[in-house]
């Protein structure tokens, strides 16, 4: 069973940055992909990132991108999501996800039921 163990929420204001950690348990294949979602109060829990593992490519959703960066630790059985100039409609709780899955160059998995694991979530929140 793979865990997922989130760190690094919290309180920060406009403009400043974040990173948060989600350490993994265990990957149970080399063909193994993590992402970021987040859900502000009374919405729906959307995509934030992803990154194939051992490709270490990666995909944004178009309201983080420039300013998100996922990336992976290997050593550490680590994934990070490093956000700088970080708006008040960031806040939400973050959620860190993995699926194990065949590299695709092409593709991303960006919605909630592609994903077979996640963490317990981290509040982020962002004052104005």
């Known amino acids: 069973q793979v865990q997922l163990i989130e760190s690094g929420g919290g309180l920060v204001q406009a403009g400043g940055s974040l990173r948060l950690s989600c350490a993994v348990s265990a990957r149970t294949s080399s063909s193994f992909a993590m992402g970021w979602f987040r859900q502000a109060p009374g919405k729906e829990r959307e995509f934030v990132a992803a990154?194939?593992?051992?490709?270490?490519?990666?995909y944004y959703s178009d309201s983080v991108k420039g300013r998100f960066t996922i990336s992976g630790d290997n050593a550490k059985n680590t994934v990070y999501l490093q956000m700088n100039s970080l708006k008040p409609e960031d806040t939400a709780v973050y959620y860190c996800?993995?699926?194990?899955?065949?590299?695709?160059?092409?593709?991303?998995?960006?919605?909630?039921?592609?994903?077979?694991?996640w963490g317990q979530g981290t509040q982020v929140t962002v004052s104005s």
């Open positions: 990154i194939w593992w051992s490709a270490g490519s990666t």
């Open positions: 996800v993995a699926k194990i899955g065949v590299y695709s160059s092409t593709w991303y998995p960006t919605e909630r039921y592609e994903y077979d694991y």
